[in-house]
Structures are given as structure tokens and as C-alpha cells.
């Protein structure tokens, strides 16, 4: 069975917009601080399910930059003026789906969501991909919970029925050595 990596495309603005606390951001003019506690809440999500992931921000906000770069373990690409962050999707989703590859878009636009998964791409709605980010913190916090709480007990490799049977083999032996 051949394992496929995962794959990642978020458009950064579409969470802006439906994500609760990034709209509150957004809506007090906080673009910038919306954008930071997108990346660094994606930044756990993705390095916890190790998926590579884009994170593509338009020139909606940022007119006339057009940059990419590396950070918190995600890719982030800033389209250049004029160039929707749908259509670099579209465009990118040609390179990166192949048969060692699951590509997810994570996007609440309909229209978006039919082209990428046209194009061979699965689709994962803005509200889904929050939904699945809130799961995943909480396994994080309740992991650390229980190593927390197991971290001085002994690890047993065998289960309690194999534990069972090896009582009684030892239990037999005794009974034999005491003949």
C-alpha cells in the first residue's frame, strides 16, 4: 500500500474572512495580526499532521506586492497585483497533483471549490479546515495532558490477555517445579 503525502492549499483571506476571532481581527482594521495568528495557528495544524502547505494571500490587502517565502514551516505567497488568489490556485494545483500526492483546497468559495476539484484536487470548506484545526489543538492538549500524566509509569508491551496467558505459563512452571 503506497502512502500519499499531503498536500495543502489555504486562500488566506477566505479564512480571514470566516475564521471568528480573524474576522474580529479584521474588522478593527488588524489585516496584518489577522494574517500572523493565521499562519501561526496553520503553522501547529500542519506540523502536527506533517502536511506541506501554501498559504496564498491576493493583492486585496497588499497592493503591488508580489513575494513568496518560507515561514512557520508553511509556504506563503503574496500574488502580484491584479492576480486573484483563486486563480494562482488554479494554477498551481496543474503541478502539484499527482499519484504521490492528496492536494486539498481549503476554500469557502463554491465556484473554487468545483474548478480545483475539476483539476483533481479535493476541497475543504473555510469552516471545515477551522473545525479541523480546533480538533487538532485539542488532541495536542489533551496528548500533553496524558504524557503528563503517564510519563513515570512503566511502558508494557503486551496486553492484558497476553499478560493473562504469561501468569498462567508461569503459574504451570511452578506447579512443575514444585513436583
Partial sequence: MVLRKERLIVDGYNMIGSWPLLVKLKNRDEIEAARDLLLATLSNYVGYHDIETWVIFDAMFVPGISKSYDQFNLHVVF????????????????????????????????????????????????????????????EIAHGGNDYEYNKY???????????????????????????
Fill in 79 to 138: 500574488t502580484s497585483e491584479g492576480q486573484t488568489a483563486d486563480s494562482y490556485i488554479e494554477e498551481m494545483i496543474v503541478d502539484l497533483v499527482s499519484p504521490l500526492h492528496n492536494v486539498t483546497v481549503a476554500t469557502s468559495d463554491l465556484a473554487e471549490q468545483r474548478i480545483v476539484f475539476q483539476k483533481g484536487a479535493l476541497r475543504q470548506s473555510a469552516q471545515e479546515l477551522f473545525r479541523d484545526v480546533q480538533k487538532t489543538n485539542a
Fill in 153 to 179: 509509569q512503566r511502558s508494557i508491551p503486551w496486553s492484558v490477555h497476553q499478560l493473562d496467558k504469561l501468569n498462567d505459563f508461569y503459574r504451570d512452571l511452578i506447579d512443575k517445579k514444585s513436583e
